[in-house]
């Protein structure tokens, strides 16, 4: 196998950090080749480099066989390199169409690229209509639409930014049948991801970074699961919580609760009712854009609604506001981080103030206890092992995974009744994901109610007590997590609640 | 050459350093701007920037201009952190002038010591209410304040020539559309003997006081700093953001008041038409050349005072025209704002390099 693209002796430094440091690695024409890392291993600097993002400091690279230093991503994508962003750049209120020209250097007349459009995703098993709007797809279409996009460019090496965290089981292998389809086509795939089985499943090697550096290289189907992770984090992997649920009294009742609406691309709520016990860990599974932000502040009290849709310990608190109920034990920690569950320009301190005045005492008559509020900020960052310079770091300066640790620690030290949390380890590494979800489940074990909403199946089957999915802004029964099939979970997120009945016996007693 | 990188963390002594890099570069453009008049640059710029601060007479003038400044760019900071630009003040410090004058004219010539508190709060009462009403545009119809509050200074003015024209016109003041003067007990106390420094001047400096302690120390500032930076993360953390938008409205209004009726009841005397002088507009620029921090408001609102009175200076004694002093207001902003890039980038020599 010829190279394609030959990595030697990168290094990058950002103030304090040493980000990649003397990376050498190749990827072979028709590859597909894994780029396995923790959270701030440095992975996404390397393919900012690769895309033209960032610029090495010393160091060089070859495409192709020559000299490869691009300017910025038009250069990149001029020699051949496309890539596809975790986070996309969709503009909601354009057709497909419109936002593909968009992307182009060279958009050619709108007729034809509907063409092109139709003819590349047929090709590759990606259905697209490009009169569609944005704002009315899936995530999972709008990933297709990036990939289009990219496809349209006719790359030599196509860069995937962890594609298979906002996908459906099925959507996952729709993707993986196009990218193997590619590779047969002689395109090379660099892959970022965190699901070791898949990589296992999908690529041909893996190059593993920690703390900058290229840690190990192999052929992940010859390695398990668990044999990647250590080699990712470099020491044992914390073994998967216990489940130990010994049903308590109800907590929190969600009765009706209907909700139009916010915006034009949002979900109303239809008719959601459940029942959370003392102890009990309830994951609600779901494709994103199904409701899950609309419930999760309908939850947290950010969206009020009748005082008795929501009722926590027997209090109506449906219409009390989101520090209202954080007095009375029900806590919330959001899928947004960054700008949502914190504040990026503000410090960790200022952040653990956020939410934290309440049950944690930060405040006197509105004055903040500055002693106080740092002591709570040490505790989270000691506690949640968070890798920060200290309590005055700007939260947007964490790693991803880091501030997601402070975030769910900010919650769980406040020793919440009912704790709901949208997406806990949403691009989040391997070892962050095993600690958070041990504090979840030790959250639970002291007598917790534990609310997940997550797209991650496994994550939900490894740590649920009982189950539910929400589909187009309904919640379907809730159920026992135990003897739960992939498939039964994959009909009830396309919407058939019938089949969450066959267990729903089990935990209505 | 060079190229711009968007800085990790911003140290804090450029913060501290840009806003003198911005009167730097006001002094050299602003040279140019009269050299270009005629004038010569140096002896202007002395003249502006130098000599009032060597004269007694004038370092007491700079305070009782600084006053007004401050106590509304303090106002106004507030908002501006939290994401609400009220450009309106100059309307509301002439609403609470009207308002706080009208009730001095009211109780004419009764004396009392009631009723320079009643003016001061009748005074905010009315550029509060006057910020209100963007205010509740904004909240209830979505209504652009910058643009409400704009057009109410203008309607504002109108109305105090109006007022001062018909029924607050000083009777025995020949026609004149002016009040009669405001006698003692509607007059503020002179707090330095000999000069005209008045207790307008110590509310002012109180006013930092209080202001710096609720931003950093209040849950009050720590709410009005997350609606501006997060307004998602301000939801979470229970702000009521519309409850906070009329607060800060009505706060920066009722401040603005409050100056507005301290410029009545201290250096004037009286309500009349011309006493819109402008400080409404020009406490924006003493707001961001502070940095919307209070202390650095009360350092910005005596450079700007300073620019007042050496400009005046500069008027009568080199012939520079009035204009030319607004103008070089305006420069202090148009290069705070430049040097703002410093703050966020940091210049690096471009490295050159083939693809």
């Known amino acids: 196998m010829s190279t394609l693209l030959a990595i030697d002796g990168v290094s990058k430094s950002y103030p304090g950090v040493k980000a990649n440091d ?4 190749s990827v072979g024409a028709g590859e597909i080749h894994a780029l396995l890392g923790e959270n701030g291993a440095g992975k996404s600097t390397l393919v900012k480099m690769i895309y033209g993002l960032v610029r090495p400091d010393t160091g060089g690279m070859r495409f192709n066989g020559v000299e490869y230093a691009p300017h910025g991503p038009v250069a990149a994508r001029a020699a051949g390199v496309a890539m596809v962003f975790q986070h996309f750049s969709l503009f909601e209120a354009l057709t497909v169409a419109e936002n593909i020209a968009l992307g182009m250097e060279n958009a050619p007349p709108r007729r034809e690229l509907a063409q092109r459009i139709r003819e590349v995703s047929t090709e590759y098993g990606l259905p697209l209509d490009p009169d569609r709007l944005i704002g009315d797809l899936s995530v999972g279409v709008r990933q297709r639409v990036e990939i289009v996009r990219c496809l349209l460019q006719n790359p030599k090496l196509l860069i995937m930014d962890e594609p298979t965290s906002v996908l459906t089981p099925q959507e996952v292998d729709q993707l993986f049948f196009t990218l193997r389809k590619l590779k047969a086509d002689g395109v090379s795939i660099l892959y970022i991801s965190h699901k070791l089985e898949e990589i296992r499943s999908l690529c041909d090697h893996a190059t593993i970074l920690r703390m900058g550096k290229v840690v190990a290289t192999c052929t992940p189907a010859k390695e398990t699961a668990r044999s990647l992770a250590e080699m990712m984090i470099g020491q044992e992997l914390a073994h998967p919580p216990v489940k130990d649920f010994q049903p308590g009294p109800v907590l929190l009742k969600v009765e009706g609760l209907s909700m139009a609406a916010p915006g034009q691309f949002d ?18 599974a779901g494709v994103a854009g199904n409701g899950q932000d609309e419930l999760m502040l309908a939850l947290s009290g950010e969206r009020l609604s009748a005082p008795g849709q929501v009722v926590l310990d027997g209090k109506p608190v449906g219409a009390a506001g989101p520090n209202a109920r954080r007095r009375l034990g029900l806590l919330a920690a959001p899928e947004e981080r960054l700008g949502h569950a914190a504040a990026p320009d503000m410090s960790l301190a200022d952040n653990g103030y956020l939410s934290g005045r309440i049950r944690k005492r930060l405040s006197v008559r509105g004055f903040v206890k500055q002693g106080a509020v740092d002591a709570f900020a040490r505790k989270i960052i000691a506690d949640f092992d968070v890798r920060t310079p200290g309590i005055e770091a700007r939260a947007g300066a964490l790693s991803g995974g880091n501030l997601q640790k402070y975030v769910v620690g900010r919650e769980v030290l406040q020793e919440p009744k009912v704790l709901v949390i949208n997406q806990p380890t949403w691009g989040v590494d391997a070892h962050a994901a095993a600690q958070i979800r041990g504090a979840l489940r030790g959250l639970a074990t002291r007598g917790a109610g ?32 135990t003897g739960l099939q992939i498939e039964t979970i994959g009909r009830m997120m396309g919407g058939d609640f019938s089949a ?10 | 050459m060079f190229r711009l990188e968007p800085r990790a963390v911003t140290p804090v002594w450029i913060t501290a350093v840009t806003p003198l890099l911005a009167v730097l570069a006001t002094m050299i453009a602003g040279g140019i701007l009269f050299a270009l008049l005629g004038k010569d640059p140096f002896e202007t710029i002395r003249v502006i920037f130098v000599a009032p601060l060597g004269d007694p007479y004038s370092r007491t003038e700079m305070l009782i201009k600084a006053a007004p400044l401050v106590l509304i760019a303090l106002g106004l900071s507030f908002g501006f952190r939290a994401g609400i630009w009220n450009i309106g003040a100059e309307g509301q410090y002439v609403m609470g002038a009207l308002a706080g004058g009208a009730v001095g004219l009211a109780f004419w010539n009764v004396e009392g010591a009631w009723l320079l508190p009643l003016m001061a709060l009748a005074g905010m009462a009315g550029g509060c209410l006057w910020a209100l009403i963007p205010a509740f545009l904004k909240v209830r119809f979505n209504a652009n304040e910058i643009l409400v509050s704009l057009m109410l200074v203008y309607v504002a003015t109108l109305f105090l020539s109006a007022m001062v024209s018909g029924p607050l016109r000083d009777p025995a003041g020949f026609n004149f559309p002016q009040s009669r003067l405001l006698h003692e007990s509607a007059r503020l106390p002179i707090v330095l003997e000999g000069t005209r420094v008045h207790v307008g001047v110590l509310v002012a400096l ?55 009726i301290f410029e009545v009841t201290g250096p004037i005397g009286q309500l009349q038409p011309s006493l819109p002088v402008g400080y409404g507009f020009t406490a924006i620029i003493v707001a961001f050349l502070g940095r919307l921090n209070p202390v650095g408001i009360l350092l910005a609102g005596m450079v700007m005072a300073l620019t007042y009175i050496g400009g005046e200076t500069a008027q009568f004694s080199l012939g520079i025209p009035a204009a030319a002093i607004s103008v ?18 940091r210049v690096v020599p471009a490295k050159r390099s083939g693809v």
Do not use: C, M, W
């Open chain 1, 500 to 509: 969450a009945e066959e267990g729903a016996a089990h935990v209505s007693a």
């Open chain 1, 267 to 284: 979900v109303a709520l239809r008719e959601i009712s459940l029942s959370l016990r003392s102890g009990e860990v309830l994951g609600i």
């Open chain 1, 450 to 481: 534990v609310i997940v909403i997550s797209q991650d199946l496994d994550e939900l089957v490894e740590i649920a007590d009982s189950f539910a999915v929400l589909a187009n802004g309904r919640l379907s029964p809730v159920r026992s997590a």
């Open chain 2, 206 to 260: 109180i006013a930092v006081v209080v202001a710096q302690i609720v931003l950093t120390r209040h849950l009050f500032g720590f709410n009005v700093r997350l609606l501006g930076q997060a307004p998602r993360a301000a939801a979470f953390a229970g702000v009521n953001a519309k409850r906070l938008t009329v607060v800060l409205l009505g706060l920066s209004g009722a401040l603005a008041g409050l100056a507005g």
């Open chain 1, 22 to 25: 003397d990376i050498h690695f």
């Open chain 2, 328 to 345: 070089f207001q305006g420069l202090l902003l148009f290069f705070l704002l430049a040097v703002d890039l410093l703050t966020r980038y």
